[in-house]
């Protein structure tokens, strides 16, 4: 779960058997049930002058003890400061409200919700008769974004209660499926990386599950089943029927014409969005998964600037996140650019849904996907063995068995030494004589002094073998015989190749299809794609004008987290010189 926005709390959740049946039912608690990491940090009393700042925005009025000011599953449209009286939030279950937490004089109402625009998690209900401060949430997204020091407290805030719903269990989520499925393991990762708190229950080791199934008329052979919101039951959803039920993109108006629409929410698309946003530009973010992109799949970062220790690209991706919606940035999730109409005047991006997106610039941020072994048999066996990246979810699969890492990059190092943590032994699969040319030193030293990481070199795999999960690889060292192993987990980490198939010939690629921009792009190629201006195209802009590419899906990026925020960050400079053309 490290691939989540509040990835080392959330972690927790899954390992502490909250994620339980019993956990569900649990009765009404008197006391406040949500769990508090900093209680003077996540919920804080303003001070008289704060108080007057976000007052002024807003308007004071008397409420009384019932009366619900917003309900958990609706779009949050008010902010609130509690001045007499008091707030509760509370979450409704099957039999009756349980109260996650009292809100006081001096104290506020929202969490990430209230930034995302995604519908409430709870409802938030009066229940002593007293004052309080409403703000539209239009309003408050104008405070946090002009006054500095009431945002911090907001933001901080806000981003502790969600993890505090997380590791209480508070959720309006449950899933249902095996843990060795692929499914249920791809939307597992789509709540995780989209920050929302869901209860999982795994079959295999939880027998009480057929009482749960009858109640919604369901079997063991429709799983995995999400059950949303304790009324909507899905088969084995796609992410975009999960993003459809939970609310994900409600609020987002598609239909009018954006100052620049990014496609791809990797490092690259959420450092644009950032700098959009801020900047005061109307974007929208297109993101045909959730948030994260390549990064939000590594399990440890240590070389991005400013993070000594490292950090999960689950995280540094979800601040981007949270960071992009506090600025306004609009990010819609489940949904894939298909199609780009680049003729003159307004551009179009189809999205798989049928829609289209208009646009009067577009950043081009749909990085790369992982390339595959050349084995017939091993789509069979993704997510049920076979896994593109090494996170917490994965990491606890494959607890105290023995793994194989294929690749000899800095990701599979990375993975390597990550999964040694939890695995018995990792098997190193490189096709090369030795890593040095490959991978970064600190990475190789790491892996020749951990004892339970083996190199393997000129080595590759040759068969995979299992019934329904992968249960036995084979593989071969240059001209010797092949050997057969009992491993379930393999990690591919062979590099990837750019997303550039819904471009639709608009920009010219290099030949390996990365997109061409700036002095990389040819007289002719500016010829052959009727290049209208008389400058020649912006250092990240391609044959399009006003069209941009940044990060691993540019032709001379360096495929780095630092040079995609980079890319990201200075190709709005470039946006607002084409805007005011
Ligand atoms: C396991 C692993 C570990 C790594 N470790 C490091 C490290 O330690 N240090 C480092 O500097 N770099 C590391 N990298 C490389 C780094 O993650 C990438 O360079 C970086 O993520 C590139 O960012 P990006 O935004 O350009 O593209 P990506 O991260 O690839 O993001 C592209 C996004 O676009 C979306 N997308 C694609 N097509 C479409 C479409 N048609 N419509 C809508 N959305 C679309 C994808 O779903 C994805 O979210 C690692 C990579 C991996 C895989």
């Not at 190199?455 to 249960?471: A, N, P, Q």
Request: proline share 4%; net charge negative; aromatic share 6%.
């Amino acid at each position: 779960m490290a691939g989540g926005p509040f990835g080392s709390l959330a972690r927790y959740v899954s390992l502490s058997g909250l994620h339980t049946k019993t956990r569900m039912t649990t009765s009404i608690e008197p006391q406040d049930a949500a769990v508090l990491p900093q209680p003077e940090q996540t919920f804080p009393e303003l001070t008289e002058e704060q108080i007057a700042r976000v007052a002024a925005q807003g308007r004071t009025r008397r409420v009384e003890a019932g009366e619900v000011l917003a309900a958990a599953g609706a779009q949050v449209a008010h902010f609130y400061v509690v001045r007499s009286g008091a707030v509760e939030a509370v979450q409704r279950k099957d039999n009756g409200d349980i109260r996650v937490r009292t809100i006081r004089p001096g104290q506020f109402t929202g969490e990430v919700s209230i930034l995302s625009g995604r519908p409430a998690l709870v409802s938030i209900r009066v229940c002593d008769s007293g004052e309080v401060i409403e703000l539209e949430r239009a309003r408050l997204l104008d405070l946090v974004q002009t006054d500095a020091e009431l945002s911090e407290i907001f933001v901080r805030a806000f981003l502790l209660r969600r993890v505090a719903l997380i590791t209480g269990g508070f959720s309006d989520v449950v899933l249902v499926g095996s843990n060795h499925s692929s499914d249920t393991l791809r939307i597992k990762e789509f709540l995780t990386r989209n920050g929302h708190p869901y209860t999982s229950i795994d079959p295999d080791r939880d027998s009480g599950i057929q009482e749960l199934l009858d109640q919604f008329r369901f079997s063991m052979a429709d799983l995995p089943v999400l059950i949303c919101r304790g009324t909507a039951v899905l088969r084995n959803p796609t992410n975009r029927e999960v993003a459809d039920c939970l609310g994900f993109n409600e609020g987002i108006d598609q239909d009018h014409v954006r100052d620049v629409v990014i496609v791809g929410a990797g490092p690259a698309g959420l450092a644009a969005a950032v700098y959009a946003a801020s900047e005061g530009l109307d974007v929208l973010v297109i993101e045909s998964n959730a948030p994260g992109g390549q990064a939000g799949t590594s399990s440890r970062i240590e070389n991005y600037l400013g993070f000594p220790s490292g950090i999960s690209g689950g995280d540094l991706t979800g601040r981007a996140y949270t960071q992009a919606q506090k600025f306004g940035a609009k990010l819609a999730v489940a949904e894939t650019a298909t199609h780009l109409d680049c003729a003159p005047g307004t551009y179009k991006i189809d999205v798989d849904d049928g829609r289209t997106i208009r646009a009067r610039t577009i950043v081009i941020a749909t990085g790369a996907e992982y390339r595959k072994l050349p084995l017939p048999n091993i789509t069979q066996f993704e997510g049920a063995g076979i896994y593109y990246g090494a996170t917490f979810i994965e990491s606890q699969l494959c607890e105290g068995e023995e793994v194989i890492v294929v690749g000899g990059g800095n990701s599979a190092g990375q993975a390597a030494v990550f999964l040694s943590q939890t695995a018995r032994k990792v098997h190193m699969l490189i096709r090369s004589r030795g890593l040095a040319a490959t991978m970064s030193r600190y990475l190789i030293r790491r892996i020749e002094e951990s004892p339970k990481i083996e190199l393997r070199t000129c080595t590759e795999i040759t068969s995979l073998e299992g019934d329904g999960h992968l249960e036995r690889v084979a593989w071969r060292k240059d001209q010797e015989a092949g050997e057969t192993r009992d491993i379930r987990h393999v990690f591919v980490m062979t590099g990837a190749k750019p997303s550039t198939g819904w471009l639709s010939g608009c920009v010219a690629l290099d030949d390996q299809g990365f997109v061409k921009t700036g002095p990389a792009i040819s007289a002719e190629e500016l010829a052959a794609t009727k290049w209208p201006l008389s400058r020649p195209p912006q250092l990240l802009e391609t044959t399009r004008p006003g069209v941009f590419a940044v990060g691993d899906v540019r032709a001379g990026n360096i495929k780095r987290v630092a040079s995609a925020v980079g890319e990201g960050s200075i190709a709005i400079s470039f946006v607002h010189q084409a805007l005011q053309a």
